[in-house]
């Protein structure tokens, strides 16, 4: 029941994003997602309370903030890397650990690694993610997690659980 | 002019029939010369200068042909129907040969 | 009885046959005799009709029917007689015969499709008809010991039939009819044109008649044929292809339409070509009885050159040699039907037709025995029996218009067949009795009827051929020729006269010092075939000295026995499977590209082609 | 705002050709997919909220554009890294602690 | 102009990434390739939205955004499934 | 009366629900196939617009004599066929069913590119059919030709939509002076071509040994009798009234559907397999139809395609049978089995003799009309026809004189020389076999009975006004 | 040698093909230089096809979508039927095969739980484009491909998502079943199968054109279900 409404109210945001805030599309929304919602939602990780008001509000306005500055470094990173005649670097796998419990969670933290400079998440098991560093630097789970993950697994510690 | 190209496209697809003797290679003929036919039928449509056939202002009808389009639409997915099927094919003759060269093949004509 | 319900009485008696015999083999064989004598019986009072229509059914847009004439009178007598006569060996062959219900069917269905033939007023009926006689005769003959003849026979057939339907079909083409009168009258006025059709046209005639190169089928077919079919095949369906010739040639008035074109000795080329076709078959023929060993065969090859005689009559149009023509096909069907029939009797007694595992049935088998000995001596054209008269009015007609050749080719006909039909008399009657056969019994009653009537008939025609030969002049008449002069018994030819009653005196008056000379001096003393103390040695396979093997041996060395025109057949047979073999890995083969090739092939040559045109 | 939109525009084409060109210079398949990744993905949020700002009216749907990209994004190349790695692509490392996980029953 | 050399900027970044699709060297480098391509010309489809002042093309975008990932993930899997 | 778009309709809303109710999908295929079967002669003359948008703007159904006639015949061999191959259905029934849409539909559709949809639904079906005899390289074969065929008949009527602006064909047939003659050319020889795939006609036929040759009780009689007919009817329909062709192009087709005829005659002469022989015959008997279409003797040429189709229905189920029976269908192995199987062995030679045209059957109406129609046009094509019906008589005597008569060359013909084979199941074809023979037979005596309709259909083919005006209304 | 053959063959296949579209005596009409009102789609542009219709005869907006759905639905009905067949066949073909598809490797985690977020993403965007196909581009056929897509996407990345094949089926034929009992319910209203029964309301509309909408979200679902079950079919290789 959670599952199903949480797809639902997903599906009809969606929805209405695509088709703009019209009375017709609305309605009509509404029923393709309350359908979509009862056959798929099952197969779906969309699950949430009343809470996410407030997580999406943390979400947007501390995550997205961190998330998009860290990007523009990584970004400069890559530019760096990429423009520099003789490509600096010191590639390896590397693996690092999380606290978070949500697979959503993890998997948000596991995309935020990709996109953030010089790493790229590969796999993901129960507590470790699995990362592919340009440069790795440090010794040592603890020194890896620090480096790569850090802040967001702060915030989204406090988002997901 | 582009419509020279998607003719090319299909004798490039013809080619290939006439050339390949791998299976996998003459259903990607095939489809190279669909996929010309294709583009050569949207071209038949295009008029200069007009816009795509969908309505967005009153008494607007300065548009391309739209039947070939509706057409093209209805033949591409003819087209993926038969690749499926075609791709199924290949499988099984692959389980049964072991090869989908038509040379090693076995023949299967009946006498 | 109308004609048209005589046809349709036939065909539905061949549908009551074929469920009868189903229900009861032996009854089933019995009603053929009453069928086929029924459609003989009915058909005699024709005899003096002429230009009687009768309509059968509506084909789409064209109509079936019959029209009366003397000459299809003629023909449907002999042929009905000899189905009729054939029909009484029926019941005792019904065991003998893997699927009799179907024999008895087309048997009757076969008799039937000669009449159409015979009655048709017009092309398409004449076509529908002779192609119920081929495809019914045809699936008798595997019934027989051959799978391959029946093939041979419908090849050779069919080129015929289909050169006829393309003949009649270019025919309607340019007149818009099917109508034979119509369209003899219609010719008359395109000469050329006719040239095409003429030859086509005749071409089922000479298929039907076994005329060289087309005589394979006959030794195929009538050799290898049920035995009671084969005097049928070849006394009677044989003279289909007469009648064919007769109505090229006669019927449509062959020599006012061709009397412009090229003459050769007084015939136009046309015609001259299709006796020289005639002569050859004479000669083929006898060359090729002489050797057979197997009776039937033999008698399938004289057929061959007893057809030859046929044609060279028809293709005559004249007087004499025209009216022998006629009257030959009455004496052969007679004759040839009471040699296969009496050989008949010798297989349902015997369970062979080899000459040299048979001799000395004369002793068991006296009637069939004389039915034989009638039949050659027919065949031979040696005076009294009727054989005579037919071939000294070809030789007569041949000789006055100076056809040296083809006279020369009828004269060794006539000397051959002595050789070729002494052969099985004196291998299979006279001689030693085989050990195996010493308990044999003349064949039944009903079997000997057929015999005797055959036997009367060529001595009564011997005697009195004038009796036919009237009728045959009011054919001739009828055609628009002169015909045949006649004095009582005495027959008249250009250069020559001959009284049938006096030659019959005559040698009725040898035959009786030779048989007294004969009985008188038995002084011979009779040896047994196995009795070979003399030499002191036993005999352990009696067959090895029949003198029957090797009977003609100096001939058979002097020119072989190989079949040419057989081979070209079969290689003319097997060019149309190589390229049908050929067609299949080219167009067929496992390779899609090879057929993308031809595909686009075809694109480029209507490229090319489209420029050109 | 129209400036404004075409200087997102701008920094967007430029990421693109950035990962581009990433993909072109870097030396093995995960540093090319970390610098497509990270310029592709920037370079889409940029552009995308560029063409947004010109046409007010699309941004809602646009910013739909943005997560959908956002998402399927990195996950499509931490799916094809991971793949890249099953395959046994060659990779130039000095450290790899992914074996233990992914190829630990290839190793005989 | 402005579109022309944003265009021009972006056809740099697709036209490398070809690049590497051609050269490969491995299945892995072109499937990476590609998908940076397929990223690029998704936005090249919103560009093109805003060039013709068509917010249909938005719709075209989020299905090539969707089928080109489908096509990621088939890629990647294949290749796992027949590693070597 | 129906309206005939249920003929497509209620085969196609029975496949959808087929896949649902898998159990029921037997009942569903025999069922419907008897409605259409009936349905098909309650179906009233006239153009049936789709969703009411008129010609040439929507798509039309047309139903006039000759489709009345195909559509019969087509639905009725549809239903024999199933009565005959119900041990081969093999899961097929949905397929079936959607057959069944594709042929009502493909008969009478007026609009060319719906054709070409209905083309690729029974071509698509063919595919399927045919995978069940497990000769996957024959039918990829047939799918690359069929799918070639179909590219290059949709190239060309897009070529004609290209210059005339219509893919209505009543449309398109009032606007064909006004066509360039070299875009005429290039449409029609890729129409031609797409067509002919289907229609069996050489080169675009090599599919074919592979299908019919290989096919069981179900594949080879629908092959061989619902696909032949439509495919034969759709040529005449297109190419004898709608794509009249007035240049010498029809001599590049007719040169071709000559060859098909003799060529595939030949081959069939050169074959040992019954339905191998079956299959070359049916190649042969298609070119031939498809030059009387040409030449414009569409009476002659529906006369053959009925006469083919009934004998090619029974002949392709015995074969077919036998094969199932025995695994093995090489004619010297079967020597005499129609002894065994009296009935059917009568049905078969019935057929046979039928299909080669002699007299007292009904094929023997067709031949003759055959060369009246051959001879109208010129001295040389009936030789052709002639030369390749010898070779056809002569290969169906060779065969029907082996099946009959037990024992080897040279030996009296007995029963203990027989053919250790024997067929299966056969009761159905039997009585189909004895039914069609009779009808054969007394057709063949008095063919007034059937070629009443034939005629008529004939004549509306040949009508190309009464067509236009049923179609456009007098537009 | 056979390449030589082939390229030759092919281009006087190409000459064939050139020549007669663009030789001199041709008239098939140049790229571009169409004329629309020489062809009937004129009549489609202009929504002027039967004069006794209600107008705007058509409601939808997108005029490739009232020539496939409405004018043309025929076509459209015939296709989806093929692509029935096609995805029937693959069931009956991998039946031969009697074994499945499996991966030796199980997605990653990243994958797996990715696609529990992004398939719901792209399953609704595909209802609203085939919802939508009367109004923008796209329409059943791309919406319904886009269902397939989510469909096979979720089979790739979740070992334990079973294939409801079933389930799909039954769509398959729901959706199937009602485009023809829509069609003859046309038959019985109107007079014309597939007969347009309901208001045509304003072009633009989401709830406009008729029946169309109807019938593209039907043709949306089944294409999208066919798809899946084709692509289950052909992963799977079991039939039932
Ligand atoms: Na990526
Ligand atoms: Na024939």
Redesign the interface.
């Known amino acids: 029941m959670k599952k199903f409404l949480s797809s639902f109210v997903t599906f009809w945001v969606i929805w209405t994003a695509?088709s703009g805030f019209e009375t017709q599309e609305m309605i009509v929304g509404a029923i393709a997602s309350l359908v979509l919602a009862f056959v798929v939602s099952q197969y779906l990780n969309f699950s949430f309370n009343l809470s996410i008001i407030y997580r999406v509000f943390v979400f947007i306005f501390v995550y997205i903030p961190v998330f998009l500055y860290k990007m523009l470094l990584s970004n400069l990173d890559v530019a760096r890397r990429v423009l520099s005649p003789k490509i600096p670097l010191n590639p390896g796998f590397v693996k690092i650990k999380t606290d978070i419990k949500s697979k959503t969670g993890k998997l948000t933290l596991a995309n935020s690694i990709t996109l953030t400079p010089g790493t790229m998440s590969v796999d993901v098991d129960d507590q470790y993610i699995y990362v592919h560093w340009i440069d790795v630097k440090g010794e040592g789970i603890e020194d890896y997690s620090k480096e790569v993950s850090g802040s967001f697994e702060k915030i989204l510690g406090g988002i997901f659980k | 002019m582009s419509q020279y190209l998607y003719i090319i496209l299909m004798l490039v697809g013809i080619y290939g029939l006439l050339s390949q003797k791998n299976i996998v290679k003459m259903i990607i003929s095939l489809n190279i010369l669909e996929l010309g036919l294709n583009l050569f039928i949207i071209s038949t449509g295009y008029i200069s200068g007009s816009n795509?056939p969908?309505i967005?202002f009153e008494n607007d009808t300065n548009f391309v042909d739209p039947l070939p389009q509706a057409i093209v639409l209805t033949a591409i997915v003819i087209g993926f129907g038969v690749t499926a099927v075609a791709l199924m094919l290949a499988r099984n003759i692959y389980k049964k040969n072991g090869t989908l060269e038509i040379d090693e093949i076995r023949g299967e004509d009946n006498d | 009885m109308a004609l048209n319900n005589i046809i349709i009485q036939g065909l539905l008696s061949s549908l009551i046959v074929f469920f009868l015999t189903k229900f009861n083999k032996k009854v089933g064989g019995f009603f053929t005799i009453i069928f086929s004598g029924y459609l003989f019986f009915s058909l005699l009072s024709y005899q003096n009709s002429a230009g009687e229509i009768f309509d059968l059914v509506k084909f789409g847009e064209f109509d079936i029917s019959f029209i009366t004439s003397n000459y299809a009178w003629f023909f449907s007598m002999i042929l009905s007689l000899t189905y009729f006569l054939v029909s009484f060996f029926n019941p005792y062959w019904m065991k003998k015969l893997i699927n009799p219900a179907a024999y008895n069917l087309l048997f009757m269905l076969s008799m039937v499709g000669t009449l159409g033939v015979f009655y048709a007023k017009d092309f398409l009926t004449m076509f529908i008809f002779f192609e119920i006689v081929v495809w019914a005769s045809l699936f008798i003959i595997p019934m027989g010991k051959s799978r391959k003849s029946p093939i041979i026979y419908y090849t050779i057939s069919s080129i015929g039939s289909f050169s006829m339907l393309y003949a009649i079909f270019y025919l309607y083409n340019s007149f818009n009819t099917f109508d034979i009168e119509t369209i003899s009258s219609a010719v008359i006025s395109n000469p050329n044109e006719y040239i095409f059709v003429f030859f086509l046209m005749i071409m089922a005639g000479l298929t039907k008649l076994g005329i060289f190169p087309f005589h394979t089928w006959l030794p195929a077919a009538h050799g290898s044929a049920p035995h009671t079919f084969s005097p049928v095949l070849s006394g009677g369906l044989v003279k289909v292809g007469g009648f064919i010739a007769l109505i090229v040639t006669a019927v449509i008035p062959s020599f006012n339409i061709f009397s412009d074109h090229l003459q050769i000795m007084g015939v136009p080329f046309e015609n001259y070509l299709i006796m020289v076709l005639g002569g050859i078959s004479i000669v083929v023929g006898t060359l090729m009885a002489i050797k057979q060993d197997d009776a039937k065969k033999l008698i399938a090859y004289s057929t061959v050159s007893n057809s030859g005689y046929i044609l060279i009559g028809i293709a005559m149009v004249d007087q004499v040699g025209f009216a022998g023509g006629l009257m030959h096909i009455f004496n052969h069907a007679m004759a040839s039907g009471a040699m296969f029939l009496s050989f008949a009797g010798i297989a349902y007694r015997t369970g062979t037709t080899k000459m040299s595992e048979l001799g000395g049935l004369i002793k068991r088998m006296p009637l069939s025995f004389a039915a034989y000995l009638i039949a050659i001596i027919s065949l031979a054209g040696i005076p009294p029996m009727s054989g005579f008269a037919s071939k000294w009015l070809i030789f007569q007609g041949l000789s006055s218009n100076g056809m040296m050749f083809l006279a020369f080719a009828a004269f060794f006909g006539s000397v051959g067949s002595f050789m070729y039909v002494f052969r099985p008399l004196s291998a299979a009657f006279l001689g030693q009795l085989s050990p195996k056969h010493k308990d044999i019994k003349e064949v039944p009653f009903l079997m000997q009827i057929p015999l005797i009537v055959m036997s009367f008939l060529t001595i009564f025609f011997g005697i009195f051929p004038g009796v036919m030969l009237k009728y045959i002049g009011k054919i001739q008449e009828t055609l628009g020729i002169d015909g045949i002069r006649l004095d009582g018994t005495k027959i008249f030819a250009s250069t020559g006269m001959w009284d049938s009653l006096v030659v019959t005196l005559v040698f009725g008056l040898g035959f009786v010092v030779a048989a007294v000379l004969f009985f008188m001096s038995q002084k011979a003393k009779k040896v047994d075939q196995m009795d070979t103390y003399t030499s002191a040695e036993f005999i352990h396979d009696p067959d090895m000295y029949h003198y029957g093997k090797n009977y003609y041996a100096s001939f058979e060395n002097s020119y072989g026995n190989k079949k040419r025109v057989e081979i070209l057949f079969d290689a003319i047979a097997m060019r149309v499977h190589e390229f049908g073999s050929m067609v299949k890995s080219w167009f067929f083969g496992k390779s899609i590209s090879v057929s993308i090739f031809w595909i686009t092939l075809f694109f480029a040559l209507v490229y090319f082609w489209g420029d050109i045109v | 705002m129209n400036i404004l939109g075409?200087i997102f525009?701008?920094i967007?084409?430029?990421f693109?050709?950035?990962?581009?060109?990433g993909?072109?210079r870097m030396p093995d398949?995960f540093n090319?997919?970390q610098a497509?990744?990270k310029a592709?993905?920037l370079?889409?949020i940029a552009?995308?909220f560029g063409?947004g700002l010109?046409?007010p009216?699309?941004m809602i749907?646009?910013l739909?554009?943005i997560v959908?990209?956002t998402v399927?994004?990195p996950?499509?190349?931490s799916?094809?890294a991971?793949?890249?790695y099953?395959?046994?692509?060659?990779k130039d490392v000095e450290k790899d602690e992914l074996k233990s996980l992914l190829n630990g029953d290839?190793e005989k | 102009m402005?579109d022309i050399i944003?265009f021009a900027?972006?056809g740099?970044?697709?036209?490398?990434?070809i690049?590497?699709l051609i050269m490969g060297p491995?299945?892995?480098?072109r499937?990476?390739?590609l998908?940076?391509?397929n990223?690029?010309i998704?936005?090249l489809i919103?560009?093109l939205?805003?060039i013709f002042?068509?917010?249909?093309y938005?719709?075209?975008?989020?299905?090539y955004?969707?089928?080109s990932?489908?096509e990621?993930?088939?890629?990647?899997?294949?290749?796992?499934?027949?590693?070597? | 009366m129906i309206n005939p778009i249920l003929l497509v309709a209620i085969p196609l809303l029975a496949a959808f629900l087929s896949i649902m109710v898998k159990k029921l999908s037997g009942v569903f295929l025999f069922g419907v196939s008897l409605f259409t079967a009936i349905g098909s002669f309650f179906i009233e003359n006239g153009s049936y617009v789709i969703g009411g948008w008129k010609p040439p703007f929507g798509i039309n159904l047309v139903v006039d004599d000759y489709s009345f006639l195909i559509l019969i015949i087509v639905n009725i061999l549809f239903f024999l066929t199933l009565l005959n191959g119900m041990w081969d259905l093999k899961k097929n029934e949905t397929v079936l069913l959607v057959t069944l849409a594709g042929v009502n539909g493909i008969v009478m559709t007026g609009d060319f590119f719906n054709l070409f949809v209905f083309m690729e639904i029974i071509a698509i079906s063919a595919y399927i059919l045919a995978s069940s005899t497990e000769k996957y390289y024959s039918v990829f074969k047939y799918l690359i030709l069929g799918t070639v065929g179909s590219s290059l008949y949709l190239f060309g009527i897009i070529i004609l939509y290209g210059t005339a602006g219509t893919l209505n064909m009543a449309d398109l047939a009032s606007k064909l002076p006004e066509i360039s003659n070299s875009v005429k050319v290039l449409a029609f020889t890729f129409i031609f071509s797409g067509l002919a795939v289907e229609a069996k006609i050489l080169p675009f036929n090599s599919w074919v040994r592979g299908i019919f040759g290989n096919s069981n009780t179900l594949t080879g009689p629908m092959f061989s009798t619902v696909y032949a007919t439509v495919s034969a009817a759709v040529v005449g329909r297109v190419f004898g009234q709608i794509l009249t062709i007035d240049t010498n192009l029809i001599y590049a087709f007719i040169t071709l559907t000559l060859m098909t005829f003799i060529f595939a005659e030949s081959a069939a002469m050169a074959s040992k397999n019954l339905r191998s022989i079956l299959t070359f015959s049916s190649i042969g008997q298609a070119g031939l139809i498809i030059t009387m279409f040409l030449l414009g003797g569409f009476y002659a040429a529906l006369i053959q395609l009925v006469n083919n189709a009934f004998a090619k229905m029974v002949m392709f189920s015995i074969a077919t049978k036998t094969y199932s029976s025995n695994e093995d269908d090489d004619i010297d192995n079967l020597a005499g089995i129609f002894r065994k199987h009296y009935m059917m062995g009568l049905g078969f030679t019935i057929s046979a003799l039928s299909l080669i045209g002699l007299p007292l059957f009904f094929g023997f109406y067709g031949k003759i009309n055959i060369l009246q129609t051959a001879f109208a046009t010129n001295m040389w094509i009936p030789a052709f026809i002639l030369i390749g019906s010898i070779i056809e008589g002569i290969y169906y005597i060779r065969l029907l004189v082996k099946l009959w008569n037990p024992g080897k060359e040279g030996d009296e013909s007995s029963e203990e020389a027989g053919t250790s084979y024997t067929i299966l199941n056969g009761f159905t074809v039997s009585i189909i076999a004895l039914v069609v023979g009779a009808v054969f037979v007394v057709a063949g005596i008095t063919p007034e009975f059937l070629v009443e309709n034939i005629e008529k259909a004939a004549n509306s083919l040949g009508d190309i006004n009464t067509y236009l005006s049923s179609v456009m209304g007098g537009i | 040698m056979k390449r030589i053959i082939a390229i030759l063959l092919t281009v006087a296949v190409g000459i064939f093909i050139f020549t007669g579209l663009y030789g001199e005596d041709s008239d098939f009409k140049a790229f571009g230089e169409k004329n629309i009102s020489d062809t009937v789609a004129n009549s489609y542009v202009d929504k002027n096809v039967d004069a006794d219709r209600e107008s705007p005869e058509s409601g939808s907006a997108n005029v490739v979508t009232s020539i496939v759905v409405n004018y043309r639905s025929l076509d459209t009905l015939g296709e989806v039927t093929v692509l029935f067949v096609s995805a029937l066949g693959v069931a009956l073909l991998g039946g031969f095969l009697k074994e499945k598809v499996t991966?030796?490797?199980k997605?990653g985690f990243i994958?797996k739980n990715g696609?529990k977020i992004?398939s719901g993403i792209?399953l609704i965007?595909?209802i609203y484009?085939f919802i939508?196909g009367h109004l923008?581009?796209?329409g059943g056929f791309?919406g319904g491909?886009?269902i397939g897509?989510?469909f096979?996407?979720m089979y790739?990345?979740d070992e334990e998502f079973k294939t409801k094949i079933t389930a799909f089926k039954i769509m398959e034929g729901t959706a199937g079943s009602l485009i023809l009992i829509i069609g003859l319910a046309g038959l019985s209203i109107g007079g014309y199968f597939l007969y347009n029964f309901l208001p045509n309301g304003n072009v633009g509309d989401l709830i406009s054109a008729g029946i169309v909408p109807i019938l593209y979200v039907l043709v949306g679902l089944k294409v999208g279900s066919e798809i899946s079950n084709l692509l289950g079919n052909f992963l799977n290789g079991e039939v039932e």
């Open positions: 695509l | 795509a969908i967005i | 075409y525009v701008f967007g084409a430029l693109y050709a950035l990962g581009g060109l993909m072109f398949v090319r997919l497509g990744t592709t993905t370079g889409t552009l995308l063409i010109l046409n009216d699309w749907k646009i739909l554009i959908f990209l399927t994004n996950v499509g190349s799916t094809l991971r793949a890249a099953i395959s046994n692509v060659k290839d | 402005t944003v900027i972006i740099f970044g697709a036209f490398f990434s690049l590497r491995t299945v892995a480098d499937a990476a390739a998908d940076t391509m990223v690029i998704t936005g919103v560009f939205a805003h002042e068509n917010s249909l938005l719709d075209i975008a989020i299905v955004g969707a089928l990932f489908l990621t993930v088939v890629v990647s899997r294949y290749l796992e499934a027949n590693k070597k | 991966f030796s490797v997605p994958l696609m992004i792209i965007t595909g484009i939508h923008s581009p796209g791309p491909a886009m897509s989510s096979l996407l790739l990345s």
